[in-house]
């Protein structure tokens, strides 16, 4: 089979490291190395040819022009244009395949030769940009895959980068992609702004393809129903009185809806059930009381995440979190990629995720990183918590355990110095609204690191016991019964 060639400009000092991870990444990959050869102007070997006759004549060659643009012209030559202009004009001339990645930082920096030749570009291609160097690497895998299957190298794509769901862009909530770019932009600097139209949104994720199939990323991030094309793509949620899987069970929850309503709603329904801390007040009414829940929520959150963005999607199972006594499990049909084992989840290892496409919206709001520390973050929140190290286990499924108790079985210390006591979360709340009877439910879930609606369940729950009443509405206050 013939390779196809990629010339990777620019000549430029700018994008050196780039350049460099790029031509590795290609050739390493277990698919692209299979199909692709790239090209990089610093492995020619020394030569009597001039430097131009050597890059011009590898675009000739070429199938695959990509080229990388940011703030720097670079050389020019006698005509005033750059080897990087010169190497984009005659791929244009000869009618190569172009793909172009224009790094959104500092663009008020950038040579106005550099802004030229962009313009330009534009005027020919769609471009993409990006922001740092995972982020190109997802960009550029995302269209190397798509160009292996308009060329019918391959019909074969991961399971979040696949169209074939049938969606539509009717099928996404607009709201949800505008408060993605909002969250976005104040959590990692997103380069795109609020009012992007959701075809340029999803362009710029690689969430839609040429012909306005979306991928099936697209439908789990902002999908209004995403179930009714993934049915399985649920998290189910159940606690039990004891360390074993028996009847009854206090609580059962079956979640639905996109990925982040997934995390936050499986995030809640854990930390709304396990106990917390109260300390006292100290430095006058309106101080608030100093709480803290029995598990380390950016531990919680972080399993939880890990379950819903790497699981195999194509499994029949769905992500199920079991809170019992002693320990909280969290299940995740899938296996590790290959080459990472349970062992190296506990130290530094790759950012291998099953679902990149699914991976990089969820790093951009915040949910995830990129750099292969989601294991040891679960690890070293609990070690601060004073709790027993988490578990990993790989059998037929996924399993992560974060354990309740410390190895010696006691409670852990809270506040330092500070008299506590331990509660359940409906004590917490009838405490903060005997302190304050004009608490509202807002700040109710603020200070209980709850949701409002897990809130509301609690207070209709102290209602219909006859343990609490409200006088003169919303703007009333609580009265306390039989306390």
């Not at 995030?267 to 396990?274: A, E, K, L, P, Q």
């Amino acid at each position: 089979m013939k390779r196809i060639k990629i010339f990777i400009s620019s000549v430029q000092s700018e994008f050196a490291e780039e350049r460099a991870m790029l031509c590795h990444y290609i050739r390493t990959d277990v698919l692209l190395g299979k199909f692709f050869e790239p090209f990089i102007f610093e492995e020619v070997p020394a030569n009597e040819y001039p430097t131009s006759h050597v890059y011009l004549k590898e675009v000739e060659l070429c199938d695959i022009y990509l080229g990388l643009y940011g703030n720097l012209y670079g050389y020019e030559d006698e005509e005033g244009v750059s080897p990087t202009e010169r190497e984009y004009d005659l791929a244009a001339l000869l009618h190569k395949s172009r793909l172009i990645y224009i790094k959104s930082i500092g663009e008020e920096n950038r040579h106005p030769k550099e802004t030229a030749l962009i313009r330009k570009v534009e005027r020919d291609i769609v471009r993409k940009t990006f922001v740092d160097i995972d982020g190109l690497r997802t960009s550029v895998y995302a269209s190397l895959i798509r160009y292996l299957e308009e060329k019918e190298y391959i019909r074969w794509r991961p399971f979040d980068a696949s169209n074939d769901n049938g969606g539509t862009l009717e099928d996404l909530d607009e709201n949800k992609m505008r408060n993605f770019i909002h969250m976005a932009r104040t959590k990692r600097n997103f380069p795109l702004p609020v009012e992007t139209s959701p075809t340029s949104l999803l362009t710029h994720l690689d969430l839609i393809d040429d012909k306005g199939r979306l991928a099936n990323a697209a439908v789990l991030l902002f999908g209004k129903k995403p179930q009714k094309y993934f049915i399985t793509s649920e998290v189910k949620c159940v606690q039990f009185y004891g360390n074993v899987v028996e009847k009854p069970m206090p609580a059962y929850q079956i979640y639905r809806g996109d990925v982040f309503e997934l995390v936050d709603q499986a995030t809640s329904f854990v930390m709304s059930r396990i106990d917390n801390w109260v300390g006292t007040r100290e430095e006058g009414e309106k101080a608030d009381i100093p709480t803290r829940p029995e598990l380390p929520i950016d531990a919680v959150k972080e399993a939880i995440v890990n379950a819903v963005c790497h699981r195999d999607y194509t499994s029949n199972a769905s992500v199920q979190i079991m809170l019992f006594r002693d320990r909280l499990e969290v299940w995740n049909p899938g296996t590790l990629p290959y080459g990472l084992t349970v062992q190296k989840l506990h130290g530094p290892h790759k950012s291998l995720p099953a679902n990149p496409l699914l991976a990089d919206p969820m790093y951009w709001n915040g949910y995830i990183e990129k750099v292969g520390t989601g294991t040891e973050d679960i690890i070293n929140k609990c070690r601060e918590y004073g709790l027993k190290t988490p578990e990993f286990y790989q059998e037929e499924d996924f399993r992560v355990v974060i354990w309740r108790k410390k190895n010696d079985g006691s409670v852990p210390e809270v506040y330092q110095g500070v008299p506590g006591v331990y509660q359940s979360v409906p004590e917490q709340l009838l405490d903060m609204i005997k302190s304050n009877p004009s608490i509202s439910r807002d700040e109710l879930s603020k200070q209980l690191n709850i949701s409002v609606r897990q809130v509301r369940k609690i207070i209709d729950q102290l209602k219909g016991d006859g343990v609490l009443t409200r006088e003169g509405g919303d703007a009333g206050k609580w009265i306390i019964h039989n306390r």
